[in-house]
């Protein structure tokens, strides 16, 4: 009885496996090494990489500067709509991307809510590459927010307040004590939105459009690839997988950095005396 | 040294904790069940807790004052707070823990004899370190007032005695404004020039431990000073004596004067342990069952069916004291103390 429950945890994990790493292989399978660096070279991979990279680590930088803060004063104060704020914050991850497009649309759009304002200052979004921007901010800031929130949440309050009674001013706090030990996870919390911002496909496609050089992202180049050239969408792809194996590896190589250091204190010879 | 005045009103989760007290250059502990307020006491002093109303000033700077809409941030109090299990910055060396409010770390860090530590990090630490750490930090910025929430909580029952003693004579030496918290009533009377038992909102005494010892308010400053607290009904026994005879059974002989329904105070340590009622001076002679018997240290606490005694180990050895025999306990009756009925 317990064998045979143990061999369906066991067939269980293996179906799961299967499944998950099938397709993965598949693509390194069809895209040899050489293949790839060739397919590198073709000009609508390469435009492609160049805006997603520019218009992620803009998209991010933004998410983090504004994100950090905001997520900072939720996590340590309580207010009257605390709960409602933190449900709307999240508002993005259930919408589908394309959703997302449309409301991107009827906020930044021509006709859209700031519309007038936005032309009369000649500035036109939509189809641009701040449209790509502002679409991948949208929807990878709540992977960001929550994360974040709930590793300034980890932190020690009596380390707050320790900091306050030996004259720190509040920023000074946020600084030297609530962002040094939050650091773990606000670092998971942007590896994960980073991920998604470059994913990002639904959203971007209705509100910037594809483009080549200026709006057309990697996911968007790979769709576009994907009814003329099989080959070249094979070879953006097993690059996409190469990225984003490397930042979950970093990812774990972090984890296990700071979950090393307190392995190595714990080991550590005594010093009592 | 400027003393710390605290006159404040502190609603709790059951009741709201009234106190009023003055903190000259000297410590002063508060002693009381958890749950007590104490340490909302010390955040108040420290500006990270408001009170509902009252003062808070150290010597002519007013901290908080609820009338005049004074509440001064932490940052701009001058406090050292020693938290309870220390709060050290575990990301921070012991040198940066030391001084992250300003300062310099190395007087104090000789001072305290930690200089070797200053490159360690706190997790590194034992207990005893770790609370002289706190101690450095607290006292980097030359703090006005000293706060100790629980200093000895987080400490080894068997490093327990030195850290105290050192806690001690460090807190003799600043002679600051020092208000300390804790539970436990022997550290409060080993460290505190004055201890002030609070319990139910309210100080219920305040006094040099030796009074609070040698006449007990009433009997939760009796029991939180680890005496045996006996009920019973007082009547005149000639003599200049008082017969209690206690809802127990046996009656005991005071020397204090009372009537009525009492509450008798013994101390553990006062009572002696014999096979056979002795033939001395005590007037006072239970046959009682042994329960218990716990060693602590070099000596060990005997709990019988009416009362707990206090002996040496060496005495518990030779009189083989063990659970279930019969032991008669016996103690002066100057010795048992008679608190008034209030």
Redesign the interface.
């Known amino acids: 009885m317990r064998a045979a429950f143990a061999a369906v945890l066991a067939v269980a994990l293996a179906i799961a496996l299967a499944f998950l790493l099938l397709p993965v292989a598949a693509i390194f399978l069809r895209v040899p090494p050489g293949d790839l660096l060739d397919a590198l070279g073709h000009d609508v991979a390469r435009d492609a990489l160049v805006v997603s990279l520019k218009t992620s680590a803009i998209a991010h930088a933004s998410v983090l500067l504004v994100g950090t803060p905001a997520a900072y004063l939720l996590a340590r104060r309580r207010f009257r709509g605390r709960g409602l704020v933190l449900t709307l914050i999240e508002l993005p991850l259930v919408l589908p991307p394309a959703v997302a497009g449309i409301a991107l649309f009827a906020a930044f759009g021509r006709a859209g809510l700031l519309g007038d304002e936005l032309d009369a200052l000649g500035v036109q979004i939509p189809f641009t590459q701040a449209a790509v921007v502002l679409a991948v901010a949208f929807v990878e800031s709540p992977f960001y927010f929550r994360g974040a929130i709930a590793a300034f949440e980890s932190v020690d309050a009596g380390l707050i307040d320790a900091a306050r009674t030996l004259g720190a001013s509040p920023a000074r706090v946020f600084a030297r004590v609530a962002l040094p030990l939050a650091a773990g996870g606000l670092g998971a919390a942007s590896a994960l939105a980073l991920a998604r911002g470059l994913g990002e496909f639904g959203a971007t496609i209705i509100f910037a459009g594809s483009l080549q050089g200026v709006t057309q992202t990697l996911p968007l180049a790979i769709y576009a690839q994907f009814e003329q050239d099989f080959d070249t969408a094979l070879a953006i792809s097993a690059l996409f997988i190469v990225v984003g194996a490397l930042l979950l590896v970093a990812l774990k190589l972090y984890g296990w950095l700071r979950f090393g250091s307190i392995f190595r204190s714990l080991f550590a010879p005594s010093t009592s005396s | 040294m400027a003393p710390l005045r605290i006159d404040l009103s502190l609603p709790l989760r059951a009741f709201d904790l009234e106190l009023e007290l003055e903190v000259g250059p000297e410590t002063v502990a508060l002693v009381g069940p958890s749950g007590a307020g104490k340490t909302s006491v010390l955040?108040s002093v420290?500006?990270?807790a408001r009170p509902a109303r009252g003062t808070i000033a150290c010597g002519e700077d007013l901290w908080f004052d609820s009338a005049r809409r004074i509440d001064r941030?932490?940052?701009q109090?001058s406090?050292?707070?020693v938290?309870q299990?220390y709060?050290?910055?575990?990301?921070l060396s012991v040198e940066h823990n030391v001084t992250?409010?300003?300062g310099r770390a190395e007087g104090l860090l000789r001072r305290l004899?930690i200089e070797h530590?200053a490159r360690?990090?706190p997790?590194?630490?034992?207990g005893?370190?770790r609370q002289r750490v706190a101690l450095a930090?607290?006292l980097?910025?030359e703090p006005r007032v000293l706060l100790l929430d629980e200093p000895m909580a987080a400490l080894d029952p068997h490093t327990r005695g030195s850290v105290r003693a050192e806690l001690h004579d460090l807190l003799r030496e600043l002679a600051l404004p020092t208000l300390l918290v804790t539970h436990d009533f022997e550290d409060a009377a080993a460290l505190a020039d004055r201890v002030g038992v609070v319990a139910d909102g309210r100080l219920r005494q305040l006094g040099a431990p030796v009074d609070l010892l040698g006449s007990p308010a009433d009997p939760l400053v009796a029991r939180l000073a680890g005496a045996n607290v006996l009920s019973g009904v007082a009547a005149p026994a000639g003599g200049g004596l008082t017969a209690v005879a206690l809802d127990d059974g046996p009656t005991i002989y005071s020397a204090d004067a009372a009537r009525g329904r009492t509450e008798v105070v013994v101390y553990p340590w006062d009572v002696s342990l014999a096979r056979e009622a002795p033939d001395d001076s005590a007037l006072n002679h239970i046959r009682d069952e042994i329960a218990s018997v716990t060693p602590l240290g070099n000596r060990a606490r005997v709990r019988l069916r009416t009362l707990t005694a206090e002996v040496t180990t060496t005495s518990a050895e030779r009189l083989k004291l063990s659970p279930g025999e019969t032991i008669v306990a016996s103690f002066k009756a100057t010795q048992a103390r008679l608190l008034a009925r209030g």
């Open positions: 955040r420290a500006g990270l941030r932490p940052e109090r406090v050292g707070f938290f299990e709060a050290l910055f575990p990301h992250f409010g300003g004899r530590l360690a990090k997790t590194e630490l034992s005893g370190e930090r607290a980097a910025r």
